[in-house]
C-alpha cells in the first residue's frame, strides 16, 4: 500500500500529489510513469512521473474521468492500492545547447524533469507555458525558477501572452538561432501543431504521448502508436518518441475510443 503523504488543488480540475514509494522514487528517471490503482477493483491510471522527494513521488492529476475523480476524492494519510512503476523508457537527455520546451495545460507537469535535466547538463532552457486561462497554469513558480525564460500564454488573456502556445513558438523559432530542439507536451492536437512548425523550422523535437493504457507492459496493444509507418507500443516503447512522423490523426481517433463509458462511468459517480 501506498500512503499519500501531501495533497492539494492546482486548480479545479487539476491536483498535485506526493505518494511514498521508496522504490519507484528511486529508481525513476525523467520520462518514466507509474501506473496506480486506487483499490483492487480500481481502473489502471497511468501518470508521467512529475518529481521525486527522496521515497516520495510526485504525480499531477487531471479528475476528468471516474478513475481520476476517486483519486482526487482521497486524502492525505490515505492509501492507494498499486503504484507500480517506474515505466516506459527514460526521455533521451540530448546533447543540445538550448531547448524549448512548449507545455500545454496539464501537460506541465511530465515536462518539469526532462527541462530540469537539461538545465543540470549546462543547456539553456526557455519554456512557453500555455493554458485556457490563468487558473489552469502549472507549475508556474517551479519553473520560473528552474528555466533561464519563461514566456506564458492564455487563450484568454487572462495571463502572458493571448494566445496558444504556437503563438508564442513561432517568433522564438525565427528569430533565436541558438534554439536547437524542442520538447512538446500536452493535448494532442498541441504537440501536432508544434511539431509541425519545429519540422519547418528544421528543429529536432520529442514529444510525451498519451494513448490509453492498460497494462502498460506491451501485452494489451491498446497503446499503440504510429510513427513513420510502424507500430510501436508507447508503454514500452516510450512515452517520449521523436515527433516529426507520429501519425497524431490516428492517436486522436483512438484516445476516443471509450470515451461514452467513461462519461456513463463518471455521471454515476457524480450522481452516488
Ligand atoms: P488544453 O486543452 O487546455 O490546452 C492547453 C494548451 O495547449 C492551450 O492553452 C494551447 O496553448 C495549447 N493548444 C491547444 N490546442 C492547440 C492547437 N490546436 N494548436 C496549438 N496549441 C494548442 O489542455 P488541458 O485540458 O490541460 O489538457 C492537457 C492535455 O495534455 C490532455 O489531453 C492530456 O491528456 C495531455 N497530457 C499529455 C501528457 C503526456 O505525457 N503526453 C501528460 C499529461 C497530459
Ligand atoms: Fe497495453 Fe501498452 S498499455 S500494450
Known sequence: MYKIKDKKALNNDVDWMRVHAPLVARNAKPGHFIIL?????????PLTIADIDGEDVDIIYQKLGYSTQRLGDMNIGETIADFVGPLGQA????????????????????????LRAYKEQGTK???????????????????EKLCDRVIITTDNGSKGQKGMVTDALEPLLKDDES????????????????????QAY?????????PIMIDGTGMCGNCRVDI???????C???????????????????????KDEEHVCYLRLKND
Open 202 to 210: 528544421q528543429k529536432s523535437i520529442d514529444v510525451s504521448l498519451n
Open 125 to 143: 532552457v526557455t519554456l512557453i507555458l500555455g493554458a485556457r486561462n490563468e487558473d489552469y497554469l502549472v507549475l508556474e513558480d517551479t519553473f
Open 179 to 198: 534554439i536547437d530542439h524542442v520538447i512538446a507536451i500536452g493535448p494532442v492536437i498541441m504537440m501536432k501543431f508544434v511539431a509541425k512548425m519545429a
Open 228 to 234: 513513420g509507418g510502424k507500430t510501436y507500443f508507447a
Open 37 to 45: 490503482r486506487v483499490d483492487e477493483d480500481g481502473e489502471r491510471i
Open 91 to 114: 526521455a533521451h537527455i540530448r546533447d543540445k545547447k538550448h531547448v524549448v520546451g512548449v507545455a500545454g495545460g496539464v501537460g506541465a507537469a511530465p515536462i518539469l524533469p526532462q
Open 236 to 258: 514500452i516503447d516510450g512515452p517520449d518518441f521523436e515527433g516529426q512522423e507520429v501519425d497524431y490523426d490516428g492517436l486522436m481517433k483512438r484516445q476516443n475510443y471509450y
